[in-house]
């Protein structure tokens, strides 16, 4: 493994080392901070703020990675020459998806309000910053111009799918920047480890050589 590869698995790994710290601390007591935006936005679920929010959560959520899993599909099998690329993706997909179906029976951590599944980390923020990384990563392979503009929605989208669970009091604010963390951790580890980081050069060669 070269050093630039070496680089990402190290960023990945330190990244999931903080989720799991994260969970451990707020696993039995939330954090101030949750506190403090939980109590301030406490109700506002049921006013307009929160009315919108839940339109919005319902759209920036776990149907993202099922949408982008069949636009995958579809790419497949018009263009067969990156079978593997595509594949390869589409793994990386359910590996950070599954962040947060693996880890919330291991913090066992409440929601902010009554509601019938754990907290830590938030599937929502996973579903939609594993599907931003994904795309990212897709350009990346096959439409390198647009990275940056990928890069940058998916930013925005993670954001505002945190916010959305956040006004709703459904997460901790703790509960989003765990995902997010997550996402990355084993984005970028197994990015790496599928060679898809980093990416290619115009000429097909990695950016490591």
Not at 57 to 62: D, I, K, Q, Y
Not at 140 to 161: C, D, E, P, S, Y
Not at 175 to 203: C, H, I, K, N, Y
Request: with cysteine; hydrophobic share 60%.
């Amino acid at each position: 493994m070269t050093v630039p590869r070496v680089r990402w698995v190290v960023t990945g790994v330190v990244l999931l080392a903080a989720f799991v710290v994260l969970g451990l601390l707020v696993d039995r007591q939330p954090l101030r901070l949750d506190v403090e935006v939980a109590g301030a936005l406490r109700g506002q679920d049921t006013r307009p703020a929160g009315l919108v929010a839940g339109v919005v959560t319902n759209v920036l959520g776990p149907v993202l990675p099922w949408v982008l899993g069949v636009v995958l599909v579809a790419l497949a099998l018009r263009d067969r020459a990156r079978l593997s690329v595509y594949a390869r993706l589409a793994a990386i997909l359910v590996l950070c998806r599954v962040m947060s179906v693996a880890f919330k029976p291991v913090f066992l951590r409440q929601r902010p309000r009554v509601y019938p599944e754990l907290s830590y980390p938030s599937g929502h923020v996973v579903s939609v910053a594993a599907t931003g990384l994904v795309v990212v990563l897709l350009c990346g392979w096959v439409a390198r111009r647009f990275v940056r503009l990928a890069t940058i929605a998916a930013a925005a989208a993670t954001v505002l799918a945190a916010a959305c669970r956040i006004v709703l009091g459904v997460h901790w604010v703790t509960d989003t920047a765990g995902a997010v963390l997550a996402v990355l951790g084993m984005g970028l580890v197994s990015a790496t480890a599928l060679r898809l980081l980093p990416f290619p050069e115009a000429d097909g060669r990695s950016l490591d050589g």
